[in-house]
């Protein structure tokens, strides 16, 4: 398979943006690559050329492709410059080179999709003395053995930059399309094997290749994750009775997999981060007690000098360290909370009730806790009040909430299925002045039916922080519009200003920066949680405790 026959596919995933044909367009590309060529393809068309579990990419940096174009394109250096100032990219840049280079078809050898690929490969593994100019020289063979069109996108795969709009929806699609097999249990084949390439290379053989897939160690997998509940009761109610009840540590997600001695850790995105965890390393070692085993825990900060849980915030550069290992681990200690086991000893226990797995969880766990590890704090029962004085402990304990199971459940691979629930508390709520509103459209014509919130700003006036048009019942427009009414101090079209008297209280889901507003925020879906009679506009929430929540909200930072 020729290079450029991908390369045409590549242009029109870029140029569509219906999410619907990109998955045709892909759909048809795979059903027309020979089987020992899917993988590259998958790879490839995902911008990369390993699959996702190897957590390799190519390395190759902007100063390599400079020198590789200047290499094989015979252009200096200062023109390459001076073209990328004035095109944006490196990749248009060297199609510009090439387009212009006139006899640039006569030396030209046509690219293959294998050759491209292991090239890439090759270029990866180079380390050490030398590879500097060996990477260039591999990149410049690529470009000058290629089109034109070709070579925009083989440096941008060089650079990690092959941004075409293909995720794992798209991916999914498109190979349950190209080979009639069902969605659902392509996506189901891809959370256990976390390789959409080796997905593709068996459901080419038919849908039986993709059931039953065996878990493998050092391979991870997707977790399991759980939807929200707003009160321990639902939670309860819709994770049947007894449920098991767990602390939610904050802290970040730790899949375990042990062979033996050997250990090694990756996070919820399945990236591995054994090498900054030596401690986590050495608490299973000593405090796993099974030959193989795939552990689902929380790994969570303490402070070394209380022995107090801490925020995920205070822990989260250890995630990325590359350096002073040691000494992290002992400033920012961790301790792991194993609340589930996906393998032991050679086999695996997905399709097991919870309550099985978990008691092997307590079997597999040393009951030592100086080791490092321990089994998540725990609680299985029906009884509401014992469920609700849990979560009040975990919350007393500084944690985020706790997590509802259902104990009959097994468990499934990167599914946010009712099988379980997280409850943790809503975020703060605002107290915002209403300060002007739309009139509404349709039913709502005769109502005031959205309506600009603002805080108090420094100097005491009405700063706008967003529009809220949700959370409202018939009856409580109908209210808002007539105590509004008579406050309405002009009208442009729909839109309304009116007099800073009626306080609102308001939930959302998060503050943004926004430019949009004066206050220089936004809320993201503000809802109404009530009117607010008894406070008066001067006591509504300030610009100032708007910036602390939006600063809390941003040190949580996102988790890995
Ligand atoms: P959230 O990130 O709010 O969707 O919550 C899900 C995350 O909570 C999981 O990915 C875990 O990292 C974390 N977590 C903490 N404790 C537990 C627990 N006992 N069971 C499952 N997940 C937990």
Not at 90 to 102: C, D, E, I, K, P
Not at 111 to 118: E, R, W
Not at 465 to 489: Q, V, W
Not at 510 to 534: C, H, M, N, W
Request: proline share 5%.
């Amino acid at each position: 398979m020729r290079y450029h026959e991908l390369v045409g596919v590549f242009a029109g995933l870029e140029a569509e943006s219906s999410t619907l044909k990109k998955a045709d367009l892909l759909a048809g590309l795979l059903s027309r690559t020979p089987p020992d060529l899917l993988k590259p393809v998958v790879y490839m068309t995902t911008g990369n050329i390993f699959p996702p579990w190897m957590n390799r990419e190519i390395n190759v940096g902007d100063k390599t492709v400079i020198s590789a174009i200047v290499m094989a394109t015979g252009a200096t250096k200062i023109q390459v410059q001076n073209l990328l100032r004035e095109q944006g990219d490196l990749g248009s840049v060297a199609t510009l080179l090439l387009t212009s280079r006139a006899q640039h078809t006569l030396f030209r050898q046509e690219l293959t999709v294998a050759h491209v690929h292991q090239t890439f490969q090759k270029i990866a593994g180079m380390d050490g003395s030398g590879s500097q100019d060996a990477k260039i020289s591999s990149v410049a063979e690529l470009i000058s053995n290629a089109r034109p069109e070709s070579a925009r996108y083989i440096i941008r795969t060089a650079l990690g930059q092959l941004r075409m709009g293909v995720g794992d929806g798209i991916m999914r699609d498109a190979i349950s399309s190209a080979f009639t097999v069902n969605k659902e249990v392509v996506e189901k084949a891809n959370a256990v094997l976390n390789d959409y390439g080796e997905v593709a290379v068996l459901a080419s053989r038919g849908e039986s290749e993709l059931t039953d897939l065996k878990l493998r160690l050092f391979r991870p997998i997707k977790v399991m994750l759980y939807p929200k509940a707003e009160k321990v009761d639902d939670a309860l109610a819709s994770a049947g009775q007894p449920a098991q009840f767990e602390f939610k540590y904050d802290g970040f997600r730790t899949q375990i997999h042990k062979k033996g001695e050997e250990v090694r850790i990756y996070t919820r995105r399945l990236d591995d981060i054994t090498f900054q965890f030596p401690d986590v390393v050495t608490a299973v070692r000593r405090g796993i007690r099974a030959r193989e085993a795939i552990i689902d825990s929380e790994t969570i900060g303490i402070d070394p000098a209380t022995g107090r849980w801490v925020p995920f915030q205070n822990i989260s550069q250890r995630i990325r360290r590359k350096y002073d290992i040691e000494k992290l681990v002992q400033t920012l200690p961790v301790e792991t909370h194993v609340f589930d086991l996906l393998f032991l000893d050679g086999r695996s226990l997905l399709d097991m009730p919870l309550a099985e797995r978990f008691r092997r969880v307590q079997d597999v766990v040393t009951p030592d806790p100086s080791d490092g590890i321990r089994v998540a704090e725990h609680l299985v029962t029906a009884d509401p009040a014992q469920a609700r004085a849990f979560y009040q402990t975990a919350l007393d304990r500084g944690l985020e909430g706790i997590m509802v199971k259902n104990l009959q459940a097994g468990y499934k691979p990167g599914q946010r299925v009712g099988l379980g629930y997280k409850v943790k508390p809503e975020t703060e709520t605002l107290d915002l002045v209403i300060v002007g509103a739309d009139w509404g459209e349709g039913r709502r014509t005769s109502w005031l039916s959205s309506f600009e919130l603002a805080v108090v700003g420094p100097d005491g006036g009405f700063l706008p922080a967003g529009k809220m048009g949700t959370g409202m019942t018939d009856s409580d427009l109908t209210n808002l519009t007539e105590t509004l009414k008579p406050d309405i101090t002009r009208q442009h079209g729909k839109q309304v200003q009116l007099k800073p008297r009626m306080v609102v209280e308001v939930g959302y889901q998060e503050i943004q920066k926004s430019p949009t507003y004066a206050s220089g925020f936004a809320l993201r879906f503000p809802r109404l949680v009530r009117i607010r009679d008894d406070r008066k506009p001067e006591d509504a929430d300030t610009l100032d405790r708007l910036k602390t929540i939006y600063a809390k909200q941003f040190s949580r930072g996102e988790k890995p």
